[in-house]
């Protein structure tokens, strides 16, 4: 009996498995029958006769070329390649036949490929990477409903005896260039130097941390914490555009000057000050300056007891905006002192839990939410307070802090308890919705506690980033969560964390060179930072540049603390798996080093991160098991499942479509 032939007939290097599975895969899903033989190349008459048969017969042929046909100047899917090419002789050239696909960087010209597959235009999946977008284009050519196949763009004919001769156009073009440069020399005069205007926004400010001048670095918290609160009070009137914390707080303790500050924030005017405090007196000097020019526009000191050291950034704040000519709108000036308390004692142990969640440890995290519960105990109706035992709660798993249903539970009830004291608070806001996506599934409530969190501060660089991710990119709204996650980059510019999720919201939207930008950017800020070069890493495996990915994990490792022998062990390792066995060794590799503890942070160390891996092997069963036990964990990551490049090949799988439903997505 014969066999039926498939309508596409996919063929690769056998390096290039996981990458033509993944295209096989997005096809297969659309109801497209592919010849994608996933079994060892058998030889012999039988299998030759098999593999001509269907070449003969198939529809389209799409030649998978990369890096690894380059180096392969021998192999049976070159057999394959001229045995299409020998097809096309008998079709008409307006037949759509060939659809070459190239899944790495590797160029046209350069390619070692029948000059036959140049002759039309070729498509650029990533690492097999397959957007709706291929899939209809190959529905149309098999139904008929598209024309030919777009040709590629042609070389320039050779030019003839009866026109000017190559050597005269090329005298021509230099005496082109000859000129315009003269001109640009007589005009522009390069070499003198060329004064750069700043000019920040308009009514756009950076507070830097006031400096402790009490003698005593046990108080770096208190002037730490006021400067903060600082921050947050201006961030509410809507007219200025504030420079978050992050940003603010990178200067500190570095000599660098009010110009030079400002250019790099970009900002017009800049709030600076100290705090001297001896037991219970304080004295505050605060002082406003135009950071274009350098001049002081206004200065205070203030002189107080510790117990009314609550009122002074209403003081400070309406001082500002009356230097700067903004005018505070209808309620604004009621949210600068919202969910404050008169209870010294009570402030003195919310500044303390600023200090330490700011500090980004499992320690720090956990002494946050010690000195916010005693806030509370102090005052009970300390609304900021369970605004940051809220988020101590709910980010305290990110940093091995807990897990989501030991601390998610407590994030929700305060943040609930934090808007049933005022319902003002939009860091409260912001808290919740992050519990309603991440742990409720609940995605029409967190929208709603997003977009009053913006509503009631719309200069928030947190929120604004976690809008972006926790809820616009799970559900593939991608060109809202990258105008998002840019819009709390503009906010914070120099935040390391909010620059490498931009990298990560591109990877989601599969926009990846701009991802690879984004971590570039990133790096620029700080080279030494383990979860923007694990994230990059992660970026090479997706675009099948693994030589890359190799060097750039052993970073990661060391930087998050691995000795640098043992990191290097483990690169050695995955050399010689990718090597031996291509991509798939990688990944075995990769799955091995994810049981064991020392690994960097979103090494695939979890549940959900093994999941991947075990995607990436094509073991699907053990990867949908994974995302089960994330599922019961409700593991943070769970959410972008609907959006992880690696889980492609699940799509289909009614198990995985369960889940998705499950997730609220």
């Known amino acids: 009996m014969t066999e039926p032939s498939h309508a596409v007939f996919l063929s690769y290097a056998s390096e290039d498995a996981e990458a033509a599975e993944r295209i096989a895969t997005a096809l297969h899903a659309a109801g497209i029958e592919v010849w994608f033989d996933q079994s060892e190349l058998r030889g012999g008459d039988a299998w030759d006769k098999k593999i001509r048969h269907e070449i003969h017969d198939c529809a389209l042929f799409i030649p998978v070329v990369s890096q690894n046909t ?10 394959e390649w001229k045995l299409a090419i020998d097809r096309t002789h008998d079709m008409a050239a307006q037949k759509p036949f060939l659809v070459p696909v190239v899944v790495d960087g590797t160029g046209e010209q350069e390619a070692f490929v029948p000059d036959e597959f140049r002759e039309v235009q070729w498509t650029r999946l990533p690492a097999g990477q397959t957007p709706p977008e291929f899939v209809t284009r190959i529905q149309k050519l098999l139904s008929g409903e598209s024309g030919p196949l777009p040709m590629a763009p042609r070389r320039p004919a050779a030019v003839t005896s009866g026109r000017p001769s190559r050597l005269l156009i090329i005298l021509g073009a230099l005496a082109v260039v000859l000129a315009a440069s003269a001109a640009y020399l007589l005009f522009e005069k390069p070499w003198t130097p060329k004064s750069v205007v700043f000019a920040p926004p308009p009514h756009s400010i950076a507070v830097l941390p006031f400096v402790n001048m009490s003698g005593d670095t046990g108080q770096e918290y208190f002037s730490d914490g006021l400067s903060e609160e600082m921050i947050n009070a201006l961030s509410h009137i809507g007219a200025l555009r504030v420079v978050a914390r992050t940003s603010a707080f990178s200067f500190k303790g570095r000599n660098v000057d009010i110009g030079s500050i400002a250019r790099k924030l970009n900002v017009a005017v800049i709030l600076e000050g100290s705090v001297r405090r001896s037991n219970d007196k304080v004295r505050i000097t605060a002082q406003l300056i135009n950071a274009v020019n350098g001049f002081s526009i206004w200065s205070q000191d203030y002189d107080l007891n510790v117990n009314n050291i609550v009122t002074l950034q209403t003081d400070i704040a309406k001082a500002v905006a009356q230097q700067l000519q903004v005018q505070l709108l209808g309620d604004e000036a009621a949210r600068i002192e919202t969910g404050g308390t ?19 440890s499992r320690e720090g995290f956990s002494l946050g939410i010690a000195e916010f519960g005693r806030a509370t105990v102090l005052d009970p109706n300390y609304a900021l307070a369970y605004a940051g035992l809220a988020r101590a709660y709910g980010l305290a798993q990110v940093f091995g802090g807990g897990t989501a249903t030991q601390t998610m539970p407590k994030a929700r009830d305060a943040a609930l308890r934090a808007l049933q004291l005022d319902e003002l608070l939009a860091d409260a806001h912001t808290m919740l919705a992050f519990v309603k996506v991440h742990y409720e599934y609940d995605w029409a409530g967190a929208l709603r506690e997003f977009r009053r969190a913006l509503q009631l501060n719309p200069g928030d660089a947190q929120t604004h980033f976690f809008y972006s991710n926790s809820w616009l990119s799970p559900r593939g709204q991608h060109d809202e969560a990258i105008a998002e996650v840019l819009r709390a980059a503009s906010l914070d510019p120099l935040s390391i964390p909010i620059q490498a999720f931009v990298g990560r919201t591109y990877t989601w939207a599969r ?39 190799i060097v750039v994990e052993t970073k990661a490792r060391v930087l998050a603390g691995e000795a640098p022998t043992a990191a290097l062990t483990k690169e050695g390792e995955l050399r010689a798996a990718l090597t031996k066995d291509g991509p798939s060794g990688y990944w075995r590799v990769v799955l091995g080093f994810s049981k064991s503890a020392d690994n960097p942070p979103e090494a695939y160390s979890t549940a959900y991160g093994r999941a991947i891996v075990l995607a990436r092997l094509g073991q699907r069963a053990e990867a949908l098991a994974a995302l089960e036990q994330a599922y019961t964990e409700r593991q943070l990551a769970l959410t972008e499942i609907g959006v992880e490049p690696a889980f492609d090949g699940l799509r289909a799988d009614p198990h995985f479509s369960d889940l998705l439903h499950r997730v609220g997505l």
């Not at 008169?342 to 980004?360: F, K, M, P």
């Open 70 to 79: 380059q180096e392969r100047l021998e192999g049976y899917f070159r057999r």
């Open 342 to 360: 008169s209870h010294s004692e009570a402030h003195d142990a919310y500044l303390r839990g600023l200090h330490a969640v700011n500090l980004r």
């Open 511 to 549: 926009r990846y060179s701009d991802a690879l930008a984004a971590f570039r950017k990133a790096e620029q800020l700080n080279p030494n930072v383990a979860i923007v070069e694990e994230r990059l890493a992660h970026l090479y495996t997706y675009t099948g540049e693994y030589d890359k990915a």
